[in-house]
């Protein structure tokens, strides 16, 4: 691949890599200063801190299969194994916290007389716990197919105690990352599409009796139901590129082209960087918070006074001006 080429991706790759790391450590961030202000933390937000701390973890371990894979140096297997196994907790845990998120909002914003939704609904908080504490019993299962199937690869391999990222064993990191994912998150993919269906019902029935009371589509209820679309669509159509980015990945390290590698790679961290993103403008707090960062950096930048309103001394001041702020409401 020509220099100029490998730079240019090298560049998307890297600014990827940090609006990834401040989009979700602002909402980190955001959530850890309302917990130390009001000692206690919404359901959601507990979702959202979580979340955003396993997407980090999720794009720094892209990065570095990236960079190993540049590499022409080899690993150990113990390098390996951790990197393998590190891929497959965020990845997890990702996927089932987004999970989680699209069924809060399927049981806050909808309004149902079913005597099970209602039941589920007066339940919320234990049935996410429920969830994730279920999951658990998926990741057991994966880690331990995974291991299985690792160990009888480095046998064949008989005393090599170590791996060249630049032969086609090493795209068995991504073969069984890939594997996982068709095997193990079926279950709450399936779960999100069927919160989406449910949601787009809903909103579809409570237009329908707004036109009959007369009344426009900018009422909150129907605003609640977009936003939450907006979040779980993008997650459906972001971790499918997610998926297809591994596979064709996969396929390009077994035939050694590394142009389509790289885009692969640029698409991956598409589904921990942007999603983040959607769930920060889908957040009041979280928006507000973002925008007075920006008018902070802003500020700084082109040297002007800040206002009083926001004069706040640094940006991490900024955020917790925010949140102690919001607690006084």
């Known amino acids: 691949m020509e220099p100029v080429l490998h730079s240019i991706f090298t560049i998307v790759v890297v600014a990827e890599f940090i609006l990834g790391n401040l989009s979700n450590g602002l909402i980190v961030l955001k959530n850890c200063i309302d917990w130390v202000n009001k000692r206690d933390l919404s359901t959601i937000d507990q979702i959202l801190t979580i979340l955003a701390i396993c997407r980090m973890s999720l794009i720094w371990e892209t990065l570095l299969v990236w960079v190993k894979n540049q590499s022409v140096s080899s690993i150990t297997r113990e390098e390996f194994k951790i990197i393998l196994f590190s891929c497959i907790l965020s990845s997890h845990f990702s996927v089932w916290l987004t999970t989680a998120l699209s069924i809060f909002y399927l049981l806050t914003i909808v309004h149902c007389s079913w005597k099970i939704f209602l039941y ?27 291991a299985i199937t690792v160990e009888e690869w480095l046998y064949q391999y008989g005393g090599n105690t170590s791996v060249n990222p630049m032969g086609t064993e090493f795209a068995l990191l991504t073969e069984l990352i890939l594997f996982n994912m068709t095997m193990f998150s079926v279950t709450p993919f399936s779960l999100a599409l069927i919160a989406f269906l449910l949601l787009i019902f809903s909103l579809w029935k409570h237009l329908q009796k707004m036109q009959l009371n007369s009344r426009g589509h900018g009422d ?3 605003k609640a139901h977009m936003n939450a679309l907006r979040i779980i669509v993008s997650f459906l159509l972001l971790y499918t590129m997610y998926f297809l980015s591994l ?35 889908g957040n009041s707090k979280l928006k507000q918070t973002s925008f007075l960062v920006l008018r902070q950096l802003r500020c700084r930048l082109k040297g002007q006074s800040i206002p009083t309103t926001y004069d706040i001394q640094t940006t991490g001041c900024c955020v917790f001006y925010i949140a ?3 607690m006084w409401k």
């Open 324 to 326: 102690k702020k919001s």
């Open 247 to 281: 596979l064709i990945s996969w396929i390009s390290q077994k035939r050694h082209n590394e142009l389509v590698h790289i885009i692969c790679v640029i698409t991956e961290l598409m589904y921990p960087s942007a999603h983040s993103f959607i769930l920060i403008l």
């Open 120 to 146: 589920l609904k007066w339940r919320l908080k234990q049935l996410i716990v429920g969830i994730l504490l279920g999951s658990l019993a998926f990741l057991f299962a994966n880690l331990m197919q995974t």
């Open 220 to 222: 909150p209820s129907a």
